[in-house]
Protein backbone atom coordinates (compact mmCIF):
# COMPACT_ATOMS: atom_id res chain seq x y z
CA UNK A 1 0.00 0.00 0.00
CA UNK A 2 1.62 3.20 -1.13
CA UNK A 3 1.57 5.89 1.68
CA UNK A 4 1.10 9.68 0.73
CA UNK A 5 4.62 10.63 0.63
CA UNK A 6 5.03 8.24 -2.09
CA UNK A 7 2.71 9.26 -4.43
CA UNK A 8 4.48 12.03 -6.98
CA UNK A 9 1.07 12.72 -8.76
CA UNK A 10 -2.46 12.02 -7.77
CA UNK A 11 -5.74 12.74 -9.75
CA UNK A 12 -9.03 13.02 -8.25
CA UNK A 13 -12.03 13.47 -10.34
CA UNK A 14 -10.32 14.86 -13.06
CA UNK A 15 -12.99 15.74 -16.10
CA UNK A 16 -11.58 17.57 -19.28
CA UNK A 17 -14.10 19.26 -21.79
CA UNK A 18 -13.14 21.29 -24.81
CA UNK A 19 -15.52 22.34 -27.90
CA UNK A 20 -14.97 21.49 -31.01
CA UNK A 21 -17.67 23.89 -33.28
CA UNK A 22 -21.07 23.17 -31.38
CA UNK A 23 -20.24 20.00 -30.11
CA UNK A 24 -18.69 19.54 -26.31
CA UNK A 25 -15.94 16.75 -26.45
CA UNK A 26 -15.02 14.81 -22.92
CA UNK A 27 -11.79 12.89 -23.51
CA UNK A 28 -11.57 12.30 -19.98
CA UNK A 29 -14.06 12.16 -17.09
CA UNK A 30 -13.84 11.90 -13.59
CA UNK A 31 -10.73 10.03 -13.54
CA UNK A 32 -9.00 9.01 -10.82
CA UNK A 33 -5.31 7.95 -10.81
CA UNK A 34 -2.60 7.59 -8.20
CA UNK A 35 1.40 7.54 -9.79
CA UNK A 36 3.93 6.15 -7.58
CA UNK A 37 7.36 7.41 -6.95
CA UNK A 38 9.49 5.53 -9.29
CA UNK A 39 6.60 4.47 -11.56
CA UNK A 40 6.62 3.20 -14.84
CA UNK A 41 3.55 3.52 -15.90
CA UNK A 42 2.19 2.06 -19.42
CA UNK A 43 -1.49 3.21 -20.65
CA UNK A 44 -2.68 2.16 -23.44
CA UNK A 45 -6.28 2.06 -24.97
CA UNK A 46 -7.74 2.80 -28.85
CA UNK A 47 -6.71 6.59 -30.25
CA UNK A 48 -9.52 8.86 -28.87
CA UNK A 49 -9.66 7.03 -25.51
CA UNK A 50 -8.00 10.19 -23.67
CA UNK A 51 -4.22 8.92 -23.55
CA UNK A 52 -2.73 12.06 -24.80
CA UNK A 53 -4.99 14.43 -22.72
CA UNK A 54 -4.30 12.59 -19.60
CA UNK A 55 -0.26 12.82 -20.43
CA UNK A 56 -0.40 16.37 -20.92
CA UNK A 57 -2.57 17.32 -17.94
CA UNK A 58 0.02 15.16 -15.54
CA UNK A 59 2.79 17.26 -16.87
CA UNK A 60 0.96 20.47 -16.84
CA UNK A 61 0.80 20.91 -20.85
CA UNK A 62 -2.88 21.49 -20.34
CA UNK A 63 -5.68 21.85 -17.84
CA UNK A 64 -8.06 20.15 -16.96
CA UNK A 65 -11.51 21.56 -16.96
CA UNK A 66 -12.40 20.35 -13.16
CA UNK A 67 -10.96 17.90 -10.57
CA UNK A 68 -7.43 18.33 -8.65
CA UNK A 69 -3.76 17.31 -9.90
CA UNK A 70 -1.19 17.31 -7.27
CA UNK A 71 2.11 16.70 -8.01
CA UNK A 72 4.05 15.88 -5.12
CA UNK A 73 1.58 17.22 -2.60
CA UNK A 74 1.12 20.97 -4.45
CA UNK A 75 -2.32 21.56 -6.80
CA UNK A 76 -0.74 22.91 -10.49
CA UNK A 77 -4.35 22.41 -12.00
CA UNK A 78 -5.19 26.14 -11.44
CA UNK A 79 -1.47 27.66 -11.93
CA UNK A 80 -1.20 30.56 -14.16
CA UNK A 81 0.48 29.88 -17.30
CA UNK A 82 3.59 31.56 -16.24
CA UNK A 83 3.98 29.80 -13.25
CA UNK A 84 3.08 26.60 -15.09
CA UNK A 85 5.56 27.13 -17.85
CA UNK A 86 8.46 27.62 -14.43
CA UNK A 87 7.01 24.05 -13.29
CA UNK A 88 7.48 22.19 -16.48
CA UNK A 89 10.97 23.44 -16.57
CA UNK A 90 11.32 21.87 -13.28
CA UNK A 91 9.43 18.97 -12.49
CA UNK A 92 8.65 17.57 -15.92
CA UNK A 93 11.16 15.84 -19.14
CA UNK A 94 8.78 15.68 -22.33
CA UNK A 95 9.51 12.56 -24.38
CA UNK A 96 7.38 12.94 -27.75
CA UNK A 97 7.30 10.13 -30.63
CA UNK A 98 8.69 12.45 -33.38
CA UNK A 99 11.25 13.40 -30.64
CA UNK A 100 10.87 17.49 -31.55
CA UNK A 101 14.26 18.54 -31.65
CA UNK A 102 14.82 21.76 -32.89
CA UNK A 103 16.63 21.22 -36.03
CA UNK A 104 18.89 24.11 -36.17
CA UNK A 105 20.95 22.86 -33.04
CA UNK A 106 23.12 20.48 -32.03
CA UNK A 107 22.39 17.78 -29.96
CA UNK A 108 24.23 19.30 -27.05
CA UNK A 109 22.29 22.51 -27.58
CA UNK A 110 18.86 20.70 -27.63
CA UNK A 111 20.00 19.00 -24.38
CA UNK A 112 21.10 22.19 -23.24
CA UNK A 113 17.61 24.03 -23.55
CA UNK A 114 15.74 22.98 -20.43
CA UNK A 115 19.03 24.34 -18.44
CA UNK A 116 18.90 28.01 -19.88
CA UNK A 117 16.14 28.74 -17.88
CA UNK A 118 18.14 28.01 -14.78
CA UNK A 119 20.43 30.16 -13.12
CA UNK A 120 23.71 27.81 -14.22
CA UNK A 121 27.06 28.53 -15.05
CA UNK A 122 28.17 27.59 -18.54
CA UNK A 123 30.40 24.73 -17.10
CA UNK A 124 27.88 23.54 -15.19
CA UNK A 125 25.49 23.34 -17.92
CA UNK A 126 28.01 21.71 -20.07
CA UNK A 127 29.22 19.17 -16.89
CA UNK A 128 25.49 18.09 -16.60
CA UNK A 129 24.42 18.08 -21.00
CA UNK A 130 27.63 15.82 -21.05
CA UNK A 131 26.57 13.59 -18.93
CA UNK A 132 22.74 13.67 -19.83
CA UNK A 133 24.21 12.19 -23.69
CA UNK A 134 26.60 9.73 -22.09
CA UNK A 135 23.88 8.23 -19.93
CA UNK A 136 21.75 7.84 -23.01
CA UNK A 137 24.72 6.35 -25.11
CA UNK A 138 25.75 9.26 -26.99
CA UNK A 139 28.62 11.02 -25.74
CA UNK A 140 29.92 10.71 -29.30
CA UNK A 141 27.38 12.72 -31.34
CA UNK A 142 27.19 16.12 -29.17
CA UNK A 143 28.16 18.19 -32.23
CA UNK A 144 25.70 16.08 -34.20
CA UNK A 145 22.70 18.40 -35.62
CA UNK A 146 19.61 16.39 -35.61
CA UNK A 147 19.40 15.54 -39.44
CA UNK A 148 23.09 13.53 -38.87
CA UNK A 149 21.23 11.25 -36.53
CA UNK A 150 19.23 8.16 -37.12
CA UNK A 151 15.66 7.84 -35.32
CA UNK A 152 16.66 5.84 -32.57
CA UNK A 153 19.67 8.12 -31.84
CA UNK A 154 17.42 11.07 -32.47
CA UNK A 155 15.36 9.84 -29.46
CA UNK A 156 18.11 9.22 -27.17
CA UNK A 157 18.95 13.23 -27.58
CA UNK A 158 15.45 13.58 -26.86
CA UNK A 159 15.35 11.76 -23.73
CA UNK A 160 18.90 13.53 -22.60
CA UNK A 161 17.04 16.91 -22.78
CA UNK A 162 13.75 15.51 -21.00
CA UNK A 163 16.11 14.29 -18.43
CA UNK A 164 19.16 16.88 -18.06
CA UNK A 165 17.20 19.31 -15.74
CA UNK A 166 16.86 16.20 -12.88
CA UNK A 167 12.62 16.49 -13.44
CA UNK A 168 10.87 13.79 -11.24
CA UNK A 169 8.56 12.88 -14.01
CA UNK A 170 9.23 11.69 -16.91
CA UNK A 171 6.21 11.55 -19.51
CA UNK A 172 6.97 10.05 -22.78
CA UNK A 173 3.92 10.36 -25.88
CA UNK A 174 4.41 6.98 -28.01
CA UNK A 175 8.58 7.41 -27.60
CA UNK A 176 8.75 4.04 -30.13
CA UNK A 177 6.50 4.80 -32.09
CA UNK A 178 8.37 6.00 -35.36
CA UNK A 179 11.49 3.55 -34.60
CA UNK A 180 12.19 0.13 -35.71
CA UNK A 181 11.95 -2.65 -33.31
CA UNK A 182 16.24 -2.37 -32.32
CA UNK A 183 15.99 1.19 -31.49
CA UNK A 184 12.32 0.77 -29.55
CA UNK A 185 13.46 -2.27 -27.39
CA UNK A 186 16.93 0.27 -27.22
CA UNK A 187 14.69 2.80 -26.07
CA UNK A 188 12.57 1.29 -23.52
CA UNK A 189 15.20 -0.52 -21.90
CA UNK A 190 16.86 3.00 -21.45
CA UNK A 191 13.61 4.26 -19.56
CA UNK A 192 13.73 0.93 -17.28
CA UNK A 193 17.31 2.20 -16.72
CA UNK A 194 16.34 6.02 -15.96
CA UNK A 195 13.60 4.19 -13.28
CA UNK A 196 15.99 1.57 -11.58
CA UNK A 197 19.16 3.90 -11.19
CA UNK A 198 17.65 7.02 -11.70
CA UNK A 199 14.84 6.47 -9.93
CA UNK A 200 12.85 8.44 -12.62
CA UNK A 201 8.85 7.89 -12.52
CA UNK A 202 8.07 7.67 -16.27
CA UNK A 203 4.52 7.62 -17.33
CA UNK A 204 4.38 6.39 -20.96
CA UNK A 205 1.49 6.71 -23.89
CA UNK A 206 1.72 3.58 -25.93
CA UNK A 207 0.09 1.64 -28.65
CA UNK A 208 2.34 -1.18 -29.05
CA UNK A 209 1.45 -4.02 -26.75
CA UNK A 210 5.25 -4.78 -26.24
CA UNK A 211 6.48 -1.51 -25.97
CA UNK A 212 3.71 -1.69 -22.24
CA UNK A 213 5.22 -4.50 -21.29
CA UNK A 214 8.40 -2.61 -20.77
CA UNK A 215 6.41 -0.83 -17.90
CA UNK A 216 5.64 -1.65 -14.50
CA UNK A 217 2.10 -0.95 -14.68
CA UNK A 218 -0.49 -0.88 -17.77
CA UNK A 219 -3.44 1.44 -17.42
CA UNK A 220 -6.36 0.97 -20.00
CA UNK A 221 -8.35 3.99 -21.15
CA UNK A 222 -11.43 4.07 -22.57
CA UNK A 223 -13.53 7.10 -23.96
CA UNK A 224 -12.04 8.82 -21.01
CA UNK A 225 -12.33 6.37 -18.09
CA UNK A 226 -9.68 3.83 -17.03
CA UNK A 227 -10.90 0.05 -17.59
CA UNK A 228 -8.57 -1.64 -15.63
CA UNK A 229 -4.96 -1.70 -14.24
CA UNK A 230 -2.60 -4.06 -14.68
CA UNK A 231 0.22 -4.95 -12.42
CA UNK B 1 15.51 33.69 -23.07
CA UNK B 2 16.38 31.39 -25.82
CA UNK B 3 19.91 31.66 -27.09
CA UNK B 4 20.86 34.29 -29.41
CA UNK B 5 21.98 31.69 -31.86
CA UNK B 6 18.56 29.77 -32.20
CA UNK B 7 17.71 32.97 -34.20
CA UNK B 8 20.75 33.33 -35.55
CA UNK B 9 20.63 29.68 -37.19
CA UNK B 10 16.91 30.11 -37.74
CA UNK B 11 17.85 32.48 -40.93
CA UNK B 12 19.64 30.12 -42.58
CA UNK B 13 16.42 27.72 -42.56
CA UNK B 14 15.07 28.68 -45.89
CA UNK B 15 18.12 31.07 -47.33
CA UNK B 16 15.65 31.73 -50.83
CA UNK B 17 13.17 32.91 -47.84
CA UNK B 18 16.01 34.83 -46.24
CA UNK B 19 17.11 36.74 -49.60
CA UNK B 20 13.69 37.26 -50.23
CA UNK B 21 13.52 39.41 -47.05
CA UNK B 22 16.63 40.69 -47.19
CA UNK B 23 16.07 42.30 -50.59
CA UNK B 24 12.71 43.78 -49.44
CA UNK B 25 14.45 45.57 -46.71
CA UNK B 26 17.31 46.81 -48.19
CA UNK B 27 14.55 48.61 -50.74
CA UNK B 28 12.42 49.53 -48.46
CA UNK B 29 15.22 51.10 -46.49
CA UNK B 30 16.80 52.37 -49.50
CA UNK B 31 13.43 54.24 -51.10
CA UNK B 32 13.32 55.81 -47.23
CA UNK B 33 16.76 56.87 -47.58
CA UNK B 34 16.19 58.50 -50.93
CA UNK B 35 13.54 60.23 -49.85
CA UNK B 36 14.70 61.72 -47.01
CA UNK B 37 17.94 62.63 -48.80
CA UNK B 38 15.80 64.14 -51.48
CA UNK B 39 13.85 66.35 -48.91
CA UNK B 40 16.74 67.05 -46.58
CA UNK B 41 18.75 67.81 -49.99
CA UNK B 42 16.07 70.26 -51.50
CA UNK B 43 15.50 72.08 -47.34
CA UNK B 44 18.67 72.45 -47.73
CA UNK B 45 19.46 74.16 -50.99
CA UNK B 46 16.59 76.49 -50.57
CA UNK B 47 17.11 77.62 -46.58
CA UNK B 48 21.06 78.34 -48.09
CA UNK B 49 19.61 80.12 -51.38
CA UNK B 50 18.35 82.92 -49.42
CA UNK B 51 20.48 85.54 -47.18
CA UNK B 52 19.43 86.93 -44.36
CA UNK B 53 21.00 90.59 -45.03
CA UNK B 54 19.32 90.49 -48.82
CA UNK B 55 16.14 91.88 -49.45
CA UNK B 56 14.23 91.49 -52.73
CA UNK B 57 12.29 94.13 -54.10
CA UNK B 58 9.39 92.89 -56.32
CA UNK B 59 6.44 93.94 -57.79
CA UNK B 60 3.43 93.75 -55.72
CA UNK B 61 1.49 90.80 -55.79
CA UNK B 62 4.70 88.61 -56.80
CA UNK B 63 5.58 87.91 -53.70
CA UNK B 64 5.07 84.12 -54.59
CA UNK B 65 7.24 83.78 -57.78
CA UNK B 66 10.25 86.13 -58.78
CA UNK B 67 9.40 85.15 -62.43
CA UNK B 68 6.17 86.91 -62.61
CA UNK B 69 7.09 89.53 -60.89
CA UNK B 70 7.84 93.37 -62.86
CA UNK B 71 9.28 95.92 -61.18
CA UNK B 72 10.54 99.02 -62.70
CA UNK B 73 13.66 99.89 -64.83
CA UNK B 74 13.98 102.82 -62.50
CA UNK B 75 13.24 100.95 -59.00
CA UNK B 76 17.27 99.85 -58.69
CA UNK B 77 18.47 103.37 -59.46
CA UNK B 78 15.81 105.06 -57.13
CA UNK B 79 16.84 101.87 -54.54
CA UNK B 80 20.25 102.81 -54.85
CA UNK B 81 19.87 106.62 -54.27
CA UNK B 82 17.04 106.43 -51.30
CA UNK B 83 17.81 103.61 -49.11
CA UNK B 84 20.05 104.16 -46.11
CA UNK B 85 22.12 101.37 -44.64
CA UNK B 86 22.95 99.45 -48.40
CA UNK B 87 26.03 97.53 -48.65
CA UNK B 88 28.73 99.15 -49.84
CA UNK B 89 31.90 97.48 -51.38
CA UNK B 90 34.44 99.98 -53.48
CA UNK B 91 31.76 102.85 -53.37
CA UNK B 92 29.67 100.35 -55.13
CA UNK B 93 26.23 100.09 -53.88
CA UNK B 94 25.17 96.48 -53.51
CA UNK B 95 21.25 97.20 -55.19
CA UNK B 96 21.12 94.45 -58.34
CA UNK B 97 18.24 94.31 -60.71
CA UNK B 98 17.35 90.98 -61.77
CA UNK B 99 15.60 89.47 -64.59
CA UNK B 100 14.65 85.25 -63.99
CA UNK B 101 13.81 84.08 -66.96
CA UNK B 102 12.99 80.60 -67.53
CA UNK B 103 14.09 79.62 -71.26
CA UNK B 104 14.72 77.45 -73.73
CA UNK B 105 18.56 77.10 -74.72
CA UNK B 106 20.00 75.53 -77.53
CA UNK B 107 23.23 73.48 -76.07
CA UNK B 108 26.55 72.88 -78.51
CA UNK B 109 25.52 69.37 -78.89
CA UNK B 110 21.93 70.86 -80.73
CA UNK B 111 20.20 69.65 -77.63
CA UNK B 112 17.43 72.14 -75.99
CA UNK B 113 16.73 72.42 -72.61
CA UNK B 114 14.77 74.27 -70.38
CA UNK B 115 16.68 76.57 -67.63
CA UNK B 116 16.44 78.63 -65.31
CA UNK B 117 18.10 82.35 -66.74
CA UNK B 118 19.10 85.40 -64.56
CA UNK B 119 19.54 88.72 -66.11
CA UNK B 120 22.45 90.42 -63.83
CA UNK B 121 24.69 93.31 -63.89
CA UNK B 122 28.49 92.81 -62.01
CA UNK B 123 26.50 94.19 -58.91
CA UNK B 124 25.12 90.71 -58.55
CA UNK B 125 28.21 89.90 -57.30
CA UNK B 126 27.78 92.39 -54.77
CA UNK B 127 24.48 90.91 -53.15
CA UNK B 128 24.86 87.35 -53.76
CA UNK B 129 28.17 86.75 -52.05
CA UNK B 130 27.93 82.86 -52.43
CA UNK B 131 28.79 83.40 -55.86
CA UNK B 132 32.66 82.90 -56.86
CA UNK B 133 33.50 82.07 -60.30
CA UNK B 134 35.93 79.14 -60.61
CA UNK B 135 36.53 79.56 -64.24
CA UNK B 136 36.30 82.20 -67.26
CA UNK B 137 35.10 85.72 -66.33
CA UNK B 138 31.84 87.63 -65.64
CA UNK B 139 29.57 87.90 -68.55
CA UNK B 140 29.42 90.82 -70.49
CA UNK B 141 26.85 91.60 -73.68
CA UNK B 142 26.75 88.07 -76.11
CA UNK B 143 28.19 86.54 -73.33
CA UNK B 144 26.67 83.68 -70.59
CA UNK B 145 27.99 82.43 -67.19
CA UNK B 146 26.61 78.70 -66.35
CA UNK B 147 26.76 77.70 -62.41
CA UNK B 148 28.41 74.58 -62.07
CA UNK B 149 25.40 72.37 -61.25
CA UNK B 150 24.24 73.54 -64.43
CA UNK B 151 24.79 71.11 -66.44
CA UNK B 152 22.70 68.74 -65.17
CA UNK B 153 19.68 70.96 -65.22
CA UNK B 154 20.12 71.14 -68.48
CA UNK B 155 20.73 67.66 -69.28
CA UNK B 156 24.37 67.62 -70.93
CA UNK B 157 28.07 66.55 -69.79
CA UNK B 158 29.79 68.84 -67.58
CA UNK B 159 32.53 68.95 -70.24
CA UNK B 160 29.38 70.48 -72.78
CA UNK B 161 29.41 73.94 -70.79
CA UNK B 162 33.12 74.66 -71.32
CA UNK B 163 33.84 78.14 -71.54
CA UNK B 164 34.27 79.37 -75.04
CA UNK B 165 31.42 77.37 -76.12
CA UNK B 166 28.11 78.49 -77.57
CA UNK B 167 24.71 78.49 -76.18
CA UNK B 168 22.01 80.13 -78.15
CA UNK B 169 18.90 81.83 -76.35
CA UNK B 170 15.89 82.44 -78.85
CA UNK B 171 18.21 81.33 -81.89
CA UNK B 172 20.80 84.23 -80.84
CA UNK B 173 24.38 82.74 -80.29
CA UNK B 174 25.67 83.76 -76.64
CA UNK B 175 29.39 82.41 -75.73
CA UNK B 176 30.37 80.81 -72.79
CA UNK B 177 32.50 83.22 -70.59
CA UNK B 178 32.92 81.00 -67.52
CA UNK B 179 31.78 78.72 -64.81
CA UNK B 180 30.90 79.75 -61.00
CA UNK B 181 30.07 78.13 -57.58
CA UNK B 182 27.26 79.20 -55.35
CA UNK B 183 27.87 76.53 -52.73
CA UNK B 184 24.73 74.44 -51.53
CA UNK B 185 21.93 77.23 -53.57
CA UNK B 186 19.61 76.99 -56.22
CA UNK B 187 21.85 79.32 -58.13
CA UNK B 188 24.24 76.59 -59.09
CA UNK B 189 21.73 75.33 -61.54
CA UNK B 190 21.67 78.70 -62.98
CA UNK B 191 22.80 80.35 -66.19
CA UNK B 192 23.76 84.22 -66.00
CA UNK B 193 24.02 86.51 -68.53
CA UNK B 194 23.87 90.39 -69.27
CA UNK B 195 20.82 92.04 -67.72
CA UNK B 196 20.38 94.12 -70.86
CA UNK B 197 20.60 90.90 -73.31
CA UNK B 198 18.16 88.82 -71.53
CA UNK B 199 15.52 91.76 -71.17
CA UNK B 200 15.80 92.15 -74.87
CA UNK B 201 15.82 87.74 -75.78
CA UNK B 202 12.71 88.09 -73.00
CA UNK B 203 11.27 91.17 -74.70
CA UNK B 204 10.28 92.97 -71.58
CA UNK B 205 10.72 96.24 -70.10
CA UNK B 206 11.03 95.64 -66.84
CA UNK B 207 13.23 93.61 -64.59
CA UNK B 208 12.19 90.67 -62.14
CA UNK B 209 13.45 92.39 -58.74
CA UNK B 210 15.79 94.10 -57.45
CA UNK B 211 17.85 92.72 -54.68
CA UNK B 212 19.46 95.26 -51.98
CA UNK B 213 21.61 93.75 -49.71
CA UNK B 214 21.63 95.59 -46.37
CA UNK B 215 24.48 96.40 -44.00
CA UNK B 216 23.51 98.58 -41.09
CA UNK B 217 20.41 99.29 -42.88
CA UNK B 218 16.59 97.61 -41.20
CA UNK B 219 14.32 95.49 -43.20
CA UNK B 220 11.94 98.34 -42.02
CA UNK B 221 13.74 100.47 -44.06
CA UNK B 222 13.12 99.01 -47.33
CA UNK B 223 9.45 98.84 -45.85
CA UNK B 224 8.87 102.21 -45.87
CA UNK B 225 10.71 102.78 -49.11
CA UNK B 226 8.39 100.75 -50.64
CA UNK B 227 4.85 102.25 -49.21
CA UNK B 228 6.88 105.91 -49.49
CA UNK B 229 7.19 105.24 -53.58
CA UNK B 230 3.95 104.01 -54.28
CA UNK B 231 3.90 104.32 -57.94
CA UNK B 232 6.94 101.89 -58.19
CA UNK B 233 4.67 99.11 -56.82
CA UNK B 234 6.99 97.51 -54.60
CA UNK B 235 6.81 94.61 -52.79
CA UNK B 236 9.93 94.04 -49.94
CA UNK B 237 10.53 90.65 -48.83
CA UNK B 238 13.79 89.31 -47.23
CA UNK B 239 15.63 86.73 -49.58
CA UNK B 240 16.02 84.01 -46.98
CA UNK B 241 12.19 84.58 -46.27
CA UNK B 242 11.18 84.38 -50.28
CA UNK B 243 13.27 80.99 -50.19
CA UNK B 244 11.78 79.62 -47.41
CA UNK B 245 8.36 80.07 -48.78
CA UNK B 246 9.34 78.14 -52.16
CA UNK B 247 10.32 75.70 -49.52
CA UNK B 248 6.95 75.82 -48.43
CA UNK B 249 5.59 75.59 -51.78
CA UNK B 250 7.16 72.18 -52.34
CA UNK B 251 5.63 70.58 -49.07
CA UNK B 252 3.51 68.15 -51.19
CA UNK B 253 6.47 67.66 -53.07
CA UNK B 254 7.91 66.30 -50.15
CA UNK B 255 4.67 64.63 -48.62
CA UNK B 256 4.27 62.85 -51.85
CA UNK B 257 7.97 61.27 -51.65
CA UNK B 258 6.71 60.35 -47.80
CA UNK B 259 3.39 59.15 -48.44
CA UNK B 260 5.04 56.92 -51.43
CA UNK B 261 7.95 55.76 -49.53
CA UNK B 262 5.24 54.99 -46.52
CA UNK B 263 3.16 53.12 -48.57
CA UNK B 264 5.85 51.14 -50.16
CA UNK B 265 7.35 50.41 -46.76
CA UNK B 266 3.40 49.39 -46.27
CA UNK B 267 2.82 46.92 -48.97
CA UNK B 268 7.23 45.13 -47.86
CA UNK B 269 5.87 44.86 -44.41
CA UNK B 270 2.82 42.84 -45.88
CA UNK B 271 5.03 41.14 -47.96
CA UNK B 272 7.13 40.23 -44.71
CA UNK B 273 4.29 39.12 -43.23
CA UNK B 274 3.86 36.55 -45.86
CA UNK B 275 6.90 35.31 -45.79
CA UNK B 276 7.26 35.40 -41.61
CA UNK B 277 3.79 33.73 -41.66
CA UNK B 278 5.42 31.07 -43.84
CA UNK B 279 8.58 30.79 -41.87
CA UNK B 280 6.78 30.52 -38.41
CA UNK B 281 3.99 28.35 -39.65
CA UNK B 282 6.73 25.94 -40.27
CA UNK B 283 7.74 25.84 -36.86
CA UNK B 284 4.49 25.66 -34.67
CA UNK B 285 5.60 22.58 -33.21
CA UNK B 286 8.84 23.21 -32.63
CA UNK B 287 7.42 26.62 -30.85
CA UNK B 288 5.19 24.71 -28.55
CA UNK B 289 8.17 22.46 -28.06
CA UNK B 290 9.97 25.09 -26.24
CA UNK B 291 7.15 26.19 -24.41
CA UNK B 292 6.74 22.67 -23.22
CA UNK B 293 9.93 22.39 -22.40
CA UNK B 294 9.36 25.78 -20.01
CA UNK B 295 10.34 28.47 -22.11
CA UNK B 296 7.29 31.07 -21.99
CA UNK B 297 5.20 32.55 -24.70
CA UNK B 298 7.51 35.93 -24.48
CA UNK B 299 10.67 34.46 -24.25
CA UNK B 300 9.45 32.95 -27.97
CA UNK B 301 8.22 35.98 -28.91
CA UNK B 302 11.37 37.47 -28.31
CA UNK B 303 13.33 35.16 -30.36
CA UNK B 304 11.25 35.62 -33.24
CA UNK B 305 11.07 39.35 -33.07
CA UNK B 306 15.52 39.09 -33.09
CA UNK B 307 15.23 36.90 -35.85
CA UNK B 308 12.99 39.00 -37.60
CA UNK B 309 14.89 42.66 -36.67
CA UNK B 310 18.30 40.69 -37.65
CA UNK B 311 16.79 40.21 -40.98
CA UNK B 312 15.42 43.60 -41.38
CA UNK B 313 18.79 45.05 -39.83
CA UNK B 314 21.00 43.38 -42.59
CA UNK B 315 18.53 44.68 -44.87
CA UNK B 316 18.78 47.85 -43.31
CA UNK B 317 22.85 48.15 -43.65
CA UNK B 318 22.54 46.93 -47.37
CA UNK B 319 20.28 49.29 -48.31
CA UNK B 320 22.97 51.70 -46.46
CA UNK B 321 25.54 50.33 -48.67
CA UNK B 322 23.35 51.11 -51.83
CA UNK B 323 22.01 54.52 -50.52
CA UNK B 324 25.93 55.59 -49.57
CA UNK B 325 27.12 53.93 -53.27
CA UNK B 326 23.61 55.25 -55.84
CA UNK B 327 22.65 58.42 -53.71
CA UNK B 328 25.74 60.38 -52.33
CA UNK B 329 26.07 63.70 -54.31
CA UNK B 330 23.24 62.08 -56.74
CA UNK B 331 21.86 65.84 -58.36
CA UNK B 332 17.67 65.76 -59.00
CA UNK B 333 16.63 68.34 -60.65
CA UNK B 334 13.45 70.70 -60.57
CA UNK B 335 12.05 73.95 -61.71
CA UNK B 336 13.37 75.55 -58.73
CA UNK B 337 16.56 74.53 -59.03
CA UNK B 338 19.31 71.22 -58.43
CA UNK B 339 19.42 69.63 -55.36
CA UNK B 340 22.25 67.10 -53.81
CA UNK B 341 21.07 64.38 -52.44
CA UNK B 342 23.48 63.86 -49.34
CA UNK B 343 23.73 60.66 -47.25
CA UNK B 344 24.21 62.11 -43.75
CA UNK B 345 23.45 60.57 -40.53
CA UNK B 346 19.60 61.40 -40.31
CA UNK B 347 19.77 59.91 -43.54
CA UNK B 348 21.59 57.01 -42.45
CA UNK B 349 19.77 57.07 -38.63
CA UNK B 350 16.08 56.98 -40.70
CA UNK B 351 17.19 53.75 -42.64
CA UNK B 352 17.91 52.38 -39.41
CA UNK B 353 14.88 53.14 -38.06
CA UNK B 354 13.35 51.74 -40.45
CA UNK B 355 14.83 49.04 -40.53
CA UNK B 356 13.81 48.17 -36.35
CA UNK B 357 9.91 49.25 -37.74
CA UNK B 358 9.85 46.86 -40.60
CA UNK B 359 11.32 44.12 -37.97
CA UNK B 360 9.64 44.83 -35.22
CA UNK B 361 5.85 45.29 -37.41
CA UNK B 362 6.44 42.86 -39.58
CA UNK B 363 7.73 40.09 -36.81
CA UNK B 364 4.91 40.53 -34.40
CA UNK B 365 1.48 39.34 -36.56
CA UNK B 366 2.99 36.64 -37.74
CA UNK B 367 4.73 35.75 -34.22
CA UNK B 368 1.50 36.15 -32.55
CA UNK B 369 -0.39 33.55 -35.04
CA UNK B 370 2.05 31.12 -34.12
CA UNK B 371 1.36 31.38 -30.29
CA UNK B 372 -1.89 31.55 -30.51
CA UNK B 373 -2.71 27.46 -30.58
CA UNK B 374 -3.20 25.81 -27.34
CA UNK B 375 0.08 24.06 -26.40
CA UNK B 376 -1.69 20.48 -26.65
CA UNK B 377 -2.98 21.76 -30.51
CA UNK B 378 0.36 23.20 -31.34
CA UNK B 379 1.99 19.61 -30.37
CA UNK B 380 -0.24 17.57 -32.41
CA UNK B 381 0.57 20.15 -35.53
Request: proline content about 5%; aromatic content about 6%.
Amino acid sequence: MSTSNDILVRCRGVTKQYKKGETLVTPLESLDLDVPRGDFLAMMGPSGSGKTTLLNLLSGIDQPTSGTIEFDGMEIQDLPRRKLAGWRARHVGYIFQLYHLVPVLTAFENVELPLLLDDMSRRDRRERVEAALSLVGLADRVHHYPRELSGGQEQRVAIARALVADPALLVADEPTGDLDREAADAILGLLQTLVREQHKTVVMVTHDPRAADAAMRILHLEKGRLQEAAV
Amino acid sequence: MLPFGYAVRNLYRNKTRLAQTLAGSALVVLLVMGAQALNAGMRRTLNASGSPDNVMLLGAGSEESVQRSEVSEQAAGIAEASLAGVATVMDTRAVSPEIFHMAYLEMPDGSISRGMVRGVTHRALLTHRRVSIQEGIFPGPGQMMVGRLAWKRLGVTPDALEPGTTILLDEIPFTLSGIFAAPGTVMESEVWMDLNDLRTAAQRETVSSVVVRLESGEREDVEIFARQRLDLELSPIGEKEYYERLAAFYAPVRSMTWITAVLIATAAIFAGFNTLYAAFASRVREIATLQAIGFRRSAVLVSLIQESMMTSLLGALLGSVLASILLTDRLIHLSTGTFRLTVGPETLFAGIITGVILGIVGALPPAFRCLKPSLPQALRD
